[in-house]
């Protein structure tokens, strides 16, 4: 039979070579109909790929369906790698060409092989045909691989980058928790990486998803998730709202059960409170929250909450920079002067002239009036900041 199909693919040579590309198609579709191995039906397939022609694409998925249908009679060893390479040929091809009818053949394939390049192959095409049917069912295969720790680590690092690709193509929403786990997962740099640029194709506007995250994550998770959302299309209100809900969230787990998880938290504060300094936030409601990050922080913490106190710029972080203002100038009083609080109080003094408020007035005053306990340098500072007030 093999001496046949040469024969025949001598004979038609000069056909496929005269026909048009649709009919060159139509002849290497009738020898692969008579190719009864799998290296003559490589070799045809390949040919036909090389063509270039979508027309192909009905004949090469009628292969495939055949190929699957006779997995069971397929012996192990060579037989197999050459079995597996047909299929990885074909199944790029209708993925390349986006033979969506193919889609449930593809699938098949993701499902019942054994071979995880074969896996990926199939997945990578699914996504290039947006068969969104099987984002569901994708994602919840990135989800098993990910938690559910592999005894084929290599093998499903290879399948996790095809899922990831799949659901990145797909444009699926329903990929975004999944692509979000894989990449804190346990997988390569390579995989995680990917995983972190495909979640912002899936959900341009993330917010309602990351909302879930900052509710029941854990300092590090959110810290990850307010990063993203900042990198985002989401809107600027919108990230406002998220940067505010991770700050809350960073003051209600304090202080945190271990050492690594203080200092997980005090990252999350510090870059929700710089977020809302990005975003020119002038919510009333947040002066309470830097407030609290400023009594529990380190002295670095306080200092970007006295900042966020100063762009805030309403009446209630007015009265927030007042408290803290009259607290500073009390223990300085009491002879607590050391390069920290002077540090503190210069940049409390810095920021009241930023907020403006008019009602900063009173503890300015109190402490240009206190020259015997304060130093020149923060007394020229309030004098300075009173004449910035509106």
Same mark, same amino acid.
Request: net charge neutral.
């Given at each position: 039979?093999?001496?046949?199909?040469?024969?025949?693919?001598?004979?038609?040579?000069?056909?496929?070579?005269?026909?048009?590309?649709?009919?060159?198609?139509? %002849?290497?579709?009738?020898?692969?109909?008579?190719?009864?191995?799998?290296?003559?039906?490589?070799?045809?397939?390949?040919?036909?790929?090389?063509?270039?022609?979508?027309?192909?694409?009905?004949?090469? *998925?009628?292969?495939?369906?055949?190929?699957?249908?006779?997995?069971?009679? %397929? @012996?192990?060893?060579?037989?197999?790698?050459?079995?597996? /390479?047909?299929?990885?040929?074909?199944?790029?091809?209708? +993925?390349?060409?986006?033979?969506?009818?193919?889609?449930?053949?593809?699938?098949? &394939?993701?499902?019942?092989?054994?071979?995880?390049?074969?896996?990926?192959?199939?997945?990578? +095409?699914?996504?290039?045909?947006? =068969?969104?049917?099987?984002?569901?069912?994708?994602?919840?295969?990135?989800?098993?691989?990910?938690?559910?720790?592999?005894?084929?680590?290599? $093998?499903?690092?290879?399948?996790?980058? $095809?899922?990831?690709?799949?659901?990145?193509?797909?444009?699926?929403?329903?990929?975004?928790?999944?692509?979000?786990?894989?990449?804190?997962?346990?997988?390569?740099?390579?995989?995680?990486?990917? *995983?972190?640029?495909?979640?912002?194709? &899936?959900?341009?506007?993330?917010?309602?998803?990351?909302?879930?995250?900052?509710?029941? +994550?854990?300092?590090?998770?959110?810290?990850?998730?307010?990063?993203?959302?900042?990198?985002?299309? @989401?809107?600027?209100?919108?990230?406002?709202?998220?940067?505010?809900?991770?700050?809350?969230?960073?003051?209600?787990?304090?202080?945190?059960?271990?050492?690594?998880?203080?200092?997980?938290?005090?990252?999350?504060?510090?870059?929700?409170?710089?977020?809302? &300094?990005?975003?020119?936030?002038?919510?009333?409601?947040?002066?309470?929250?830097?407030?609290?990050?400023?009594?529990?922080?380190?002295?670095?913490?306080?200092?970007? =909450?006295? /900042?966020a106190l100063g762009t805030n710029r309403s009446p209630?972080? =007015?009265?927030?920079?007042?408290?803290?203002? &009259?607290?500073?100038?009390?223990?300085?009083?009491?002879?607590? %002067?050391?390069?920290?609080?002077?540090?503190?109080?210069?940049?409390?003094?810095?920021?009241?002239?930023?907020?403006?408020?008019?009602?900063? @007035?009173?503890?300015?005053?109190?402490?240009?009036?206190?020259?015997?306990?304060?130093?020149?340098?923060?007394?020229?500072? =309030?004098?300075?900041?009173?004449?910035?007030?509106?």
């Amino acid at each position: 039979m093999r001496k046949a199909i040469a024969l025949m693919t001598f004979a038609l040579a000069g056909l496929i070579l005269a026909a048009g590309a649709s009919e060159r198609v139509r %002849v290497y579709a009738f020898i692969l109909s008579q190719a009864d191995s799998v290296q003559q039906k490589q070799s045809v397939v390949t040919s036909m790929v090389d063509l270039g022609d979508e027309a192909a694409a009905p004949y090469l *998925a009628d292969t495939l369906d055949a190929l699957l249908a006779a997995r069971s009679t %397929v @012996a192990r060893g060579s037989q197999t790698e050459e079995y597996e /390479r047909l299929v990885r040929t074909l199944v790029k091809a209708l +993925g390349d060409w986006r033979y969506a009818n193919a889609a449930p053949s593809l699938m098949r &394939v993701v499902e019942d092989s054994a071979d995880p390049l074969s896996r990926a192959e199939a997945l990578i +095409g699914l996504g290039s045909m947006r =068969a969104v049917e099987y984002a569901e069912k994708i994602a919840l295969l990135l989800r098993n691989l990910t938690f559910t720790p592999p005894a084929d680590r290599d $093998g499903s690092e290879k399948v996790a980058y $095809g899922a990831v690709l799949a659901l990145e193509r797909m444009r699926s929403p329903l990929g975004f928790e999944q692509l979000f786990a894989a990449s804190e997962g346990w997988y390569s740099k390579r995989v995680k990486d990917q *995983a972190e640029r495909s979640l912002e194709l &899936v959900l341009p506007d993330p917010s309602d998803a990351i909302k879930a995250i900052i509710a029941v +994550g854990s300092p590090d998770r959110i810290s990850r998730a307010l990063a993203l959302a900042l990198r985002s299309q @989401a809107p600027q209100n919108r990230q406002r709202e998220l940067a505010s809900l991770a700050l809350e969230r960073g003051i209600a787990l304090s202080p945190g059960r271990t050492r690594a998880e203080q200092l997980s938290l005090a990252e999350l504060r510090t870059r929700a409170m710089n977020a809302l &300094v990005a975003l020119a936030d002038t919510e009333g409601r947040n002066a309470a929250f830097l407030a609290e990050a400023y009594r529990i922080g380190s002295t670095d913490e306080r200092l970007v =909450a006295l /900042r966020a106190l100063g762009t805030n710029r309403s009446p209630e972080a =007015a009265g927030a920079l007042s408290d803290i203002i &009259v607290r500073l100038n009390s223990d300085m009083s009491a002879g607590i %002067v050391n390069d920290t609080q002077n540090t503190l109080m210069r940049a409390a003094l810095q920021n009241a002239a930023v907020n403006k408020q008019k009602s900063l @007035a009173t503890a300015l005053l109190i402490v240009q009036n206190n020259s015997q306990k304060l130093s020149n340098a923060i007394i020229r500072l =309030a004098s300075d900041s009173l004449k910035a007030l509106e």
